[in-house]
């Protein structure tokens, strides 16, 4: 049962190296590693012919220019040969039973004739100080996604429905993963959540961080993945706007904004989100 797993990076061969450990040391064994190279300035290029001179389950790729996440994912994803697939951040890792425990949770679903489209897992936290944990909830439907992406930044499913729903759309300013993540669910069905932290992310400060991001972006990606969707009632349209202004960023509200969300309408409770958000407290 081959599982996929890809990784774009670009100048973090110290990350890269820990990412990658954290595969190659799965229970399951089976597996494939995709890692593309977005263009790295630095000793990347060697470290990934290393690595991949190590261990015959890696595969690398590069972009003599950097071309973005996005694409480079859907480089490896187009290349993958698992018949499953999942992805993992440079600056992530995984726990070492992440992938044989998605792989029988999958088989159990399906044994017991569950609907699904895929599976995501708790989170463990870590900001170099103190480590913390999510606390998703079990089914999420495409619709939820508008309040708040509970899924997370990974998801684990079949290589041919992340294939035959596009991959990652390269021209998303940001909220790719949400995007293409929203698809799979509305084609395919709910994501199910395996109850277990599995996936350990590095959310140390630093530059690149998405919460960085300037405003002008993550607006730029709410009016792109509204649009994909027309079908969705404004108070719906609303939510998903608030998500401008969630704790996942630094960003508040102004009064072209104010005015932006009253265009959908009046909902009360989503009147009452945009107030909190006002005070950072959304």
Not at 54 to 77: C, L, M, V, W
Not at 107 to 117: D, R
Not at 158 to 184: E, H, I, N
């Amino acid at each position: 049962m081959l599982v996929s797993i890809y990784m774009p990076t670009k100048n973090r061969p110290d990350l890269l190296r820990r990412a990658v450990a954290s595969v190659l040391n799965q229970t399951h064994r089976e597996l494939e590693l995709l890692i593309v190279d977005d263009g790295s300035t630095d000793d990347t290029p060697a470290v990934l012919k290393a690595l991949a001179e190590q261990d015959q389950r890696i595969r690398f790729f590069r972009n003599e220019r950097s071309k973005g996440a996005p694409f480079s994912r859907n480089i490896a994803i187009s290349a993958a040969r698992g018949q499953w697939i999942t992805g993992l951040d440079d600056d992530d890792t995984f726990m070492p039973e992440r992938v044989a425990a998605l792989l029988a949770y999958w088989q159990l679903l399906e044994t017991i004739g569950v609907e699904f489209s895929c599976i995501f897992t708790q989170d463990i936290y870590d900001d170099g100080k103190k480590i913390s944990y999510s606390n998703k909830h079990g089914t999420v439907a495409w619709k939820d996604l508008l309040e708040y992406n509970v899924v997370g930044n990974q998801i684990f499913t079949l290589t041919d429905r992340l294939k035959s729903c596009g991959m990652f759309d390269v021209d998303m300013p940001a909220w790719q993963d949400f995007d293409l993540f929203m698809r799979v669910l509305k084609k395919f069905g709910p994501a199910k959540l395996l109850d277990s932290a599995l996936y350990r992310l590095s959310i140390d400060e630093r530059p690149d961080r998405i919460s960085r991001s300037k405003k002008e972006r993550i607006i730029s990606a709410f009016e792109r993945l509204s649009a994909k969707h027309p079908e969705i009632e404004n108070w719906q349209r609303q939510l998903l706007f608030l998500q401008v202004f969630g704790s996942l960023y630094s960003h508040r509200p102004g009064p072209a904004d104010i005015a932006k969300f009253l265009t959908y309408g009046w909902n009360y409770a989503n009147a009452k989100r945009l107030l909190r958000s006002l005070v950072g407290r959304y």
